[in-house]
């Protein structure tokens, strides 16, 4: 019926609006962030990870790799700053300081280079491929937590047909701030200049039609990051709950490197449900963090708990 009744429309811009938007950095790494991004980027196993930066933390390149904190210490900090102002100006550097919601042991700090100026060239030579890209990605995204937001001019468009309205958003970059040095793809297109009261060449309608799908299997990235806001298991357990799961045969991967629970796994989940539903309850180690921190501020007894 809107196909049929477009048929000898004509498509005039109707309103142009037209304001600057900002775009933070993301905050400095923790354990799950670090497992996600570098399985997005660069498709590296949690088990991987893990173990790529336990070498960069023993070769002193990296803080402490397992913490659910986004503290950096002051030395970090001033660290960031100075690579910043000197490397590129005053108007890239912008001073945040980051705090972590939940359950999270703030005595650990986030993942950062040990060294602001240890840029991942001047430490290439020493590293493999793999560490290499590991501590590029930690020491990029730890700079640039320090750096000003980027600067768009986002672009909102709608366009009249007959009774119909149309619409469309875009963007262009004003200033790159954070992103010289932290690329990110945003959704928004690039639009022309446009202006009210323009007509319109209509090219094509593609008439699609969606459907609710149902939500996609976990891979690494995203099963850790149910995990985490589950408060299921700690920094430290995130890359042995995924090869567990996997040298048990509870799961497989398959061509899309997606987890697809086993025979063995559906039995033994339906086994755990029906006769442990304490332990494989979702809320368990949130419960038992909680517990143990209690008895840890004296709220609590251990022998109770």
């Not at 468009?157 to 469309?168: D, K």
């Not at 629970?261 to 559906?266: A, C, L």
């Amino acid at each position: 019926e809107i196909l049929r009744n477009l048929e000898n429309a004509d498509y005039q811009i109707e309103k142009v609006e037209k304001k600057e938007t900002k775009r933070n950095p993301l905050p400095p790494f923790t354990t799950s962030t670090l497992q996600q991004t570098a399985w997005q980027k660069f498709h590296f196993p949690a088990k991987m990870t893990m173990s790529l930066a336990q070498k960069l933390y023993e070769n002193g390149l990296i803080s402490y790799h397992r913490t659910d904190s986004l503290n950096l210490s002051e030395t970090a900090l001033s660290g960031a700053k100075k690579f910043i102002t000197e490397s590129f100006s005053k108007g890239y550097y912008n001073f945040r300081k980051y705090k972590a919601k939940g359950n999270v042991q703030e005595a650990h700090e986030a993942i950062s280079p040990t060294y602001a100026d240890k840029t991942p060239e001047s430490v290439k030579n020493k590293l493999d491929n793999t560490s290499f890209k590991l501590y590029s990605l930690i020491w990029q995204r730890f700079i640039a937590c320090q750096m000003a937001p980027a600067v768009f001019d986002a672009t909102s468009v709608e366009i009249g047909a007959n009774s119909y309205v149309f619409g469309a958003n875009g963007q262009t970059l004003k200033f790159d701030g954070f992103l010289k040095i932290y690329p990110m793809k945003f959704s928004e297109n690039d639009l022309p200049p446009l202006k009210e009261k323009e007509m319109l060449e209509l090219i094509k309608i593609t008439p699609n039609q969606h459907f609710t799908e149902p939500p996609a299997r976990y891979n690494e990235a995203s099963l850790i990051k149910v995990l985490e806001a589950h408060g299921i298991g700690r920094p430290s357990t995130y890359a042995p709950i995924m090869s567990t799961i996997q040298e048990r045969h509870y799961v497989e991967k398959n061509e899309q490197k997606k987890f697809l629970p086993t025979e063995m796994g559906i039995i033994v989940n339906d086994v755990f449900v029906k006769n442990f539903p304490e332990i494989v309850d979702i809320d368990f180690t949130a419960k038992m963090e909680k517990e143990l921190d209690e008895v840890a501020e004296g709220k609590d007894t251990w022998q109770k708990t």
